[in-house]
């Protein structure tokens, strides 16, 4: 409790140290129209009117006015967006679900490097800290054109904060509230000297919880290096590194539910199914991009990126549950580590046309740990196994855009990607959108989608009542949707109606498989298809005022 003092208090005095710089800071930044702009949907810099998804643009003023504690709760009502958590607990994960698909559908970046883990097929977003975020960007429809294996139901950029010119951003904030929880955070960022600057952000959350087993422990750290040229020259690196540690306490078990106790060990009781269940992510990122625009009709950029994401699982039975008695259990080590490397030439030969042509590696590198534990909670000796894969994917990708006139654009594009296991898979996308009026828009985009299994899918080692499938193959599909954009009003009044229609094969469920003893295991099984209306409005009827 007294560092928890301490650090609030040295907070407290960087609040007040650096209030004018925040304040002044924002003036400046409310006095500059952005124009809205897109870069996710294309992987190049295009107005809204002119991408033909349904698209969701958050920026940092949205960010700051929310209520939100969490990515997820920042998102919750946004058009086509559904946020779910499992769990009641610190740290229970969230996910984000886009026109209905699951999480594993919904492909997640940072500086648009993919966040999801390769064991999962999903991300848990409840790790994203919000004070480091600057805009997001959420592409609704295929994106396995431009984002290959997962972006099926939607894509969600996360775009970090980075330095300014002429600003020095400085900002520290403390909170306290009931069940021993509380959050510190701070960010500062400027460029230091001439063209180069940095951005950082760290913050620290931990909670008891409101039941037995339910703590949480959060710290993250993030930085952002920027050298500014101009057109000629941009370098950016990012990294940030991610510690949560939680207990796992499952259902609440019904009020009349007496204390039970394993060897003198209480394993659960009236608040919590589990007392004893505990997990741990250590997850980080590196990327580092280099953009060049030495000409108008000419752009390049290359990308780095690192990414280790480490998993630690401790779980025991409250019964008997077969091959082992109550009591018992394993503890589980999942490490995913993946490199990844991509190029891109955006060419625009003539008014109105634009190219762009793009290759990419990723290489997936995937370990799970296990070792039994008896009724007492020690490791049993011999029970150790090790597993190690390796998988790898290597695509090319071509998008084609051109406006004839102000009235209509057309973009197709293609994407061969080629899978370690799976062989090639061709992904087009086509798109149109029209501009009768200079205030109407009318998109309309229909794309093939498809995610390879996961690891988790494939390799999960045989621990008595579950196991992996190596015979399954990718889910494929293809996603339609029309929308159509009004703004009325001088930009008062925006409507946006959208119908979408989406299907998917060979989708994979794990599932008791009465053929293996009773084993859950993962296979290619059920067929999914699903349409549906999106109807939204924005509101300013007066200046400081928005209604959704």
Request: aromatic share 10%.
């Amino acid at each position: 409790m007294k560092r928890l003092l301490s650090c609030a208090v040295i907070l407290c005095a960087c609040i007040l140290l650096v209030a004018p710089v925040s304040v002044s800071a924002q003036k400046e930044r409310d006095a500059i129209t952005m124009e809205e702009v897109v870069v996710t949907a294309t992987k190049t810099k295009e107005k809204r009117k002119d991408i033909p998804n349904a698209v969701i643009i958050m920026d940092e003023i949205d960010i700051q006015e929310s209520s939100a504690n969490s990515l997820g709760e920042l998102l919750a009502n946004e058009l086509g967006i559904d946020w779910r958590t499992r769990g009641d607990y610190g740290g229970a994960t969230e996910e984000i679900h886009v026109r209905g698909m699951g999480s594993n559908a919904t492909q997640i970046l940072i500086n648009g490097v993919s966040i999801v883990s390769p064991s999962l097929g999903s991300a848990s977003v409840q790790g994203v800290s919000l004070n480091n975020i600057e805009r997001i960007e959420v592409i609704k429809g295929s994106g396995s054109l431009l984002y290959g294996s997962g972006a099926m139901g939607g894509t969600v950029n996360i775009i970090t904060k980075e330095p300014k010119r002429d600003i020095i951003d400085a900002k520290a904030s403390a909170g306290y509230g009931s069940e021993n929880t509380y959050r510190l955070s701070a960010e500062h960022g400027m460029f230091a000297f001439g063209d180069f600057g940095y951005y950082l952000t760290a913050n620290r959350h931990e909670t008891d919880g409101f039941r037995d087993n339910s703590d949480l422990t959060h710290k993250d750290v993030s930085l952002k290096l920027l050298l500014d040229k101009g057109d000629w020259l941009d370098v950016s690196i990012y990294g940030d590194y991610i510690d949560r540690e939680f207990g796992q306490p499952g259902v609440k078990p019904p009020d009349s539910t007496d204390d039970y106790f394993v060897n003198g060990e209480k394993l659960y009781s009236r608040s919590a199914a589990s007392l004893v269940d505990r997990h741990r992510d250590e997850d980080g990122h590196t990327v580092i991009k280099v953009k060049s625009k030495p000409y108008e009709w000419l752009c390049l950029n290359l990308k780095a990126d690192y990414t280790d994401m480490e998993s630690y699982n401790y779980r025991r039975n409250n019964a008997a549950v077969w091959p082992k008695v109550a009591g018992e259990g394993e503890e589980t080590w999942v490490t995913n580590k993946v490199t990844g490397t991509e190029g891109n030439l955006e060419l625009k030969p003539y008014r109105g046309a634009s190219l762009i042509f793009g290759s990419e590696y990723k290489n997936f590198d995937y370990e799970n740990v296990q070792e039994d534990l008896d009724d007492t909670g020690i490791t049993k000796a011999g029970t150790k196994t090790t597993m190690k894969h390796r998988v790898f994917t290597k695509s090319v990708f071509a998008e084609a855009q051109y406006r004839p006139c102000k009235f209509f654009k057309l973009l197709a594009g293609i994407r061969q990607e080629n899978h370690s296991l799976f062989g090639t898979e061709d992904l087009p996308r086509y798109g149109l959108v029209i501009n009768p009026f200079e205030k109407t828009v009318i998109k309309f985009s229909h794309g093939k989608h498809f995610k390879a299994p996961t690891m988790n899918d494939l390799y999960w080692p045989d621990d008595g009542w579950t196991k992996g499938n190596t015979d399954l193959i990718p889910e494929t599909g293809w996603h339609t949707d029309a929308t159509v954009e009004q703004s009325l009003f001088d930009d008062d009044l925006f409507i946006t109606l959208t119908y979408f229609n989406w299907d998917l094969e060979d989708k994979i469920n794990w599932a008791e498989d009465p053929t293996l003893n009773g084993y859950w295991t993962p296979s290619n099984v059920d067929t999914y298809k699903a349409q549906g209306w999106e109807l939204g409005t924005r509101i300013r009827p007066f200046k400081n005022i928005a209604l959704n």
